[in-house]
């Protein structure tokens, strides 16, 4: 019998006080956060959310890429695991990550507090460097989890400020003991806000993931003629800031014109010397494709590569690319989907099964485990920004769907070994 059935649920002011005291650390105007991955900022919030992890009695490992892991030892096995990020994006809201690993404290204080003890362990992880923002690629520390990456590889990645991962990891002190990769969990299921406007247009307050779309980050560097604005006449130009402005321009004109999931976007752009009198030497820029059909990827990632071709030529600036992040599509357990869309039913909610346009450590986990993600609505589809919002009722209804689920997949089949 599911605890929501026996009357048992989550307790919507303990989940909100946690989102809001978590929001706290490193606030920024209009109630986000800013917390980039292994910066003092991030350390903050990781020993808050450590704190709760041992306050609730649960054993907390750190790995060697510093994803922490609160585990209830309740019964012998691999874990049902939980969880998500709280590391942000420089306008961060504060649910995007936040929500899924608070939530899945929130699960297992509701258990504890009932008195209902699972047949497996539950676990909530924090992830390292989800958003992939400081450090590129993003999910790297589920990646690492996974064996995605080798961790010596993953340690010697450089900040977009400099910084290497392995000494802000030292730095900040999540170099943990526990090895990377880690051990499989049973299932892994991460609530997440849904970060675009489809639920809340449809009315739907549950969205059932069924997977999550390919991603493709590469850094493009221009390099021209640095010279005077006013002495340089138009025709002996080699300018890189015409020419990353012509990239931003493509990728959106590509997009329109693939139509369908296919997006593209522009999020950074470096001058130098970037000033007012100067035609810049160099320009960098970031390109973020991706789609959810991988080889509607392919193509635009091969359009994308003959227009950076064509632009050098025309423009007589040379181009240099650096792949920061390349995921596939990723399907999720069909079961487990199933079983969201099922609890989500019989909580009376509306539930929609959907691709997720961000990226996720689901995708990661869904490597070695069944693995599913469920979410709840964002208020006009804001996301990676301060203005961020989900309504409290959304909030708890999906804990509880969390709450369900993770209990239904904690109990083990009767003739099963309790391995
Ligand atoms: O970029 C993403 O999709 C995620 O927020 N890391
Ligand atoms: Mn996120
Ligand atoms: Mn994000």
Redesign the pocket.
Known sequence: MRPTDRGVRIDAPRLRARLDDLAEISPIPGGGSCRLALTDEDRAGRDVVRSWMIDLGLRVQVDAIGNIFGTWDCAPGAPVMTGSHIDT?RTGGRY?GNYGVLAGLEVIETLMTAGMTPSRPLSVAVFTN????RFQP??LGSLAYVGGVSLEAALDIRAIDGARLGDELTRIGYDGPAPVPGPAPHAFIELHIE?GPLLEAEGVTIGAVDGVQG?SWQEVTITGQSNHAGTTPMRLRHDPAYVAASIAVFLRDLATEMGGNQVCTVGKIDLAPNLINVVPATATVTL?V?NTDEELLQIAERRVSDFLDDVAAREGVKIERRRLARFEPVVFDPELVDRVAKIAGAHGHDVKRMPS????DAQMLARVCPSAMIFVPSHLGIS?NAAEHTDDEDLVAGANVLLDIMWELAQREPNEESS
């Open positions: 994006v995007d989800e958003e992939g923002a993003d999910m970060q991603i973020d991706r346009g961000a990226g996720h990676h």
